[in-house]
């Protein structure tokens, strides 16, 4: 069974830095593509940024390019999302996601229960 | 950038058939995706590659996708298909989500 299990969520004042952690399960980690998504409080989903699964390659939403930083350790089965100079509006459920092992498709199968991440001073 | 445009809220009900539609240029020449979202709880993938089910997903779930439209079809319609649905695609590199669509069954 695949298990997603997102942690490092927390109250971080403006301008801050925060580093979210998904411990991955139940399947070969460094097959697949792994995404984080957010989600603020009654809003709908929003992708944040993607990588491949020997890391080699990544991709952002244009409004957190320059700030957040997605890697992964296949080690550790573990992905990351290293999140600097947080604004109000980073205020967010952060879900990570896996996407699929091939480069062509995006869709996103298995989902961790996600972490809030609350901006404000 | 691109976008995808859904319906805010959609209503039912119960037996029934519905559909909630995703509009972007040219999505017909893409892949897309539906989720299912009930509150408090994590998205769940219903279709993928535009009309194809995961496993564990009920049979009553449908999808198309053509033109400048993705469709989700749900036959049959129950009470737990009650939820917020978001459709899905991407574009060179990057995801993108729709707006999301409230299905109210009555």
């Known amino acids: 069974e695949v298990q997603l299990v997102e942690s490092g969520g927390g109250l971080v004042q403006p301008g801050g830095s925060l580093r979210l952690s998904c411990a991955a399960s139940g399947f070969t980690f460094s097959s697949y593509w792994m995404h984080w998504v957010r989600q603020a409080p009654g809003k709908g989903l929003v992708w944040v940024s993607r990588i491949k699964g020997d890391g080699s390659s990544t991709s952002y939403a244009d409004s957190v390019k320059g700030r957040f930083t997605i890697s992964r350790d296949n080690a550790k089965n573990t992905l990351y999302l290293q999140m600097n100079s947080l604004r109000g509006e980073d205020t967010a459920v952060y879900y990570c996601a896996r996407g699929c092992r091939d480069d062509w498709c995006n869709w996103l199968d298995s989902w961790g229960q996600g972490t809030l991440v609350t901006v404000s001073s | 950038s691109y976008e995808l445009t859904q319906p805010p809220s959609v209503s039912v009900s119960p037996g029934q058939i519905v559909s909630i539609t995703c509009s972007g240029d040219k999505l017909g020449d893409k892949h897309a995706c539906w989720y299912q979202q009930k509150p408090g709880q994590s998205p769940v993938l219903v279709i993928y590659?535009?009309?194809r089910r995961p496993s564990g997903i009920p049979e009553r779930f449908s999808g198309s996708n053509s033109g400048n439209t993705a469709t989700l079809t749900i036959s049959e319609t129950q009470a737990m298909d009650e939820a917020d649905y978001y459709c899905?695609?991407?574009?060179?590199?990057?995801?993108?989500f729709g707006g999301g669509t409230k299905l109210t069954v009555l």
């Open positions: 899905q695609t991407w574009d060179t590199s990057t995801v993108v």
């Open positions: 590659q535009s009309n």
